[in-house]
């Protein structure tokens, strides 16, 4: 069994359902966020450059219209993870705001920890993913 990807808001809560992705994109609306639906097979923690979906949805008033663009991501990439970001140029730059994942796949790979030896007899460890281990670079994408 995979494990259960935890990242931004949320992340530790059931996955949400319609009905309250609608609510937290109404909530992002309203903050002023621009929004971005973004997708990608690699949720490796330090993975922060998702493909984006389209561009980003700048000044769209309608949460219906955002949501009927994640459904569409969704259909393209069913087994893909799926997050909804809301970015806020208040401070001048755009930073993240709201980010949480609305999509994942049925099975989610996880990962393995990885140990090397280096100088001394010390050890260097680091996580990887099973779901780019099973794809290498240039087979994900196809």
Aim: charged share 20%; proline share 6%; aromatic share 14%.
């Amino acid at each position: 069994m995979g494990t259960r990807i935890t990242q931004g808001n949320f992340a530790l809560l059931p996955d949400l359902t319609d009905e309250q992705i609608k609510k937290q994109i109404e909530y992002g609306i309203k903050q002023g966020y621009a929004v971005s639906i973004e997708y990608t097979d690699d949720p490796h923690p330090r993975n922060c450059y998702w493909e984006m979906w389209g561009l980003p949805l700048f000044n769209v008033p309608s949460a219906a219209a955002i949501f009927s663009e994640y459904k569409e991501a969704k259909k393209a990439h069913p087994n893909s993870y799926i997050k909804i970001n809301g970015f806020s140029n208040v401070r001048g730059v755009e930073s993240t705001s709201m980010s949480f994942i609305v999509h994942r796949p049925k099975f989610e790979p996880g990962f393995f920890l990885s140990r090397q030896e280096i100088h001394g007899r010390n050890q260097h460890y680091s996580i990887q993913s099973y779901a780019v281990n099973g794809n290498p670079e240039g087979l994900r994408y196809n």
